[in-house]
């Protein structure tokens, strides 16, 4: 069991914006900075949010990260096809001195 | 630019003792603030954060398997390496080791491609 919540799967058509919400507790989300993750099949993550609400370069700016209080979520707008993948959220916690990940959400494009 | 690569055994019986390096460029360990990390992902399941090292050689562990793990400096000034003691099917994952900076919040922002490990006698 994730120390961080995220719903099991999510989904939307082509152009729709779709929310990814990473729910967590004061000693993690509610204190440290969130990261997002996607992952396509077969390969390692990438990047896609850092420091909550910052895109590493060559991050498309239909990504967007936000949090408020204990909780966090992905935006995606302009939904495309390739945007189909797992989404993974992380964040320091500080009860436990460790990195901690959610059970990730799996993306279809409809 | 930095890049990540990890190496080690493919296939390790169960009881034994895994070894995997992460050998690393465009960065150094050295530098303050940085770090690397290893994180594994069975297959279908998802990440699990397991060790860390600072520039300060400070560590952190995933507190669920901290007896098993230790991470380490390699023989190289470019390596970092983690050893996973008993090994037993449910440790079957991808392993990645990756880079992160302690005040962007210690998460990786660059990953290698990481390898699989299978448990099997």
Same mark, same amino acid.
């Given at each position: 069991?994730?120390?961080?919540?995220?719903?099991?799967?999510?989904?939307?058509?082509?152009?729709?914006?779709?929310?990814?919400?990473?729910?967590? @507790?004061?000693?993690?989300?509610?204190?440290?900075?969130?990261?997002?993750?996607?992952?396509?099949?077969?390969?390692?993550?990438?990047?896609?949010?850092?420091?909550?609400?910052?895109?590493?370069?060559?991050?498309? /700016?239909?990504?967007?990260?936000? $949090?408020?209080?204990?909780?966090?979520?992905?935006?995606?707008?302009?939904?495309?096809?390739?945007?189909?993948?797992?989404?993974?959220?992380?964040?320091?916690? /500080? @009860?436990?001195?460790?990195?901690?990940?959610?059970?990730?959400?799996?993306?279809?494009?409809? | 630019?930095?890049?990540?690569?990890?190496?080690?055994?493919?296939?390790?019986?169960?009881?034994?003792?895994?070894?995997?390096?992460?050998?690393?460029?465009?960065?150094?360990?050295?530098?303050?603030?940085?770090?690397?990390?290893?994180?594994?992902?069975?297959?279908? $399941?998802?990440?699990?954060?397991?060790?860390?090292?600072?520039?300060?050689?400070?560590?952190?562990?995933?507190?669920?398997?901290?007896?098993?793990?230790?991470?380490?400096?390699?023989?190289?000034?470019?390596?970092?390496?983690?050893?996973?003691?008993?090994?037993?099917?449910?440790?079957?994952?991808?392993?990645?080791?990756?880079?992160?900076?302690?005040?962007?919040?210690?998460?990786?922002?660059?990953?290698?491609?990481?390898?699989?490990?299978?448990?099997?006698?």
């Amino acid at each position: 069991q994730s120390v961080l919540t995220q719903s099991s799967s999510a989904s939307g058509t082509p152009g729709q914006r779709v929310t990814i919400s990473c729910s967590g @507790s004061r000693p993690n989300i509610g204190s440290n900075f969130v990261y997002w993750y996607q992952q396509l099949p077969g390969t390692a993550p990438k990047l896609l949010i850092y420091r909550t609400d910052r895109r590493p370069s060559g991050v498309p /700016d239909r990504f967007s990260g936000s $949090k408020s209080g204990t909780s966090a979520s992905l935006a995606i707008s302009g939904l495309r096809s390739e945007d189909e993948a797992d989404y993974y959220c992380a964040t320091w916690d /500080d @009860s436990l001195s460790a990195v901690v990940f959610g059970g990730g959400t799996k993306l279809t494009v409809l | 630019q930095i890049t990540l690569r990890e190496s080690g055994p493919s296939l390790v019986k169960p009881t034994q003792t895994l070894t995997l390096t992460c050998t690393f460029s465009g960065f150094s360990l050295n530098t303050n603030e940085v770090g690397v990390a290893w994180i594994r992902q069975p297959p279908g $399941k998802a990440l699990e954060w397991l060790a860390l090292i600072y520039w300060d050689d400070d560590k952190n562990y995933n507190p669920s398997l901290k007896s098993r793990l230790s991470i380490t400096r390699g023989t190289s000034t470019n390596q970092v390496v983690l050893t996973v003691t008993n090994m037993g099917p449910v440790d079957t994952a991808t392993y990645y080791c990756a880079h992160l900076i302690i005040t962007h919040g210690s998460c990786p922002d660059y990953w290698g491609q990481g390898t699989l490990v299978t448990v099997s006698s």
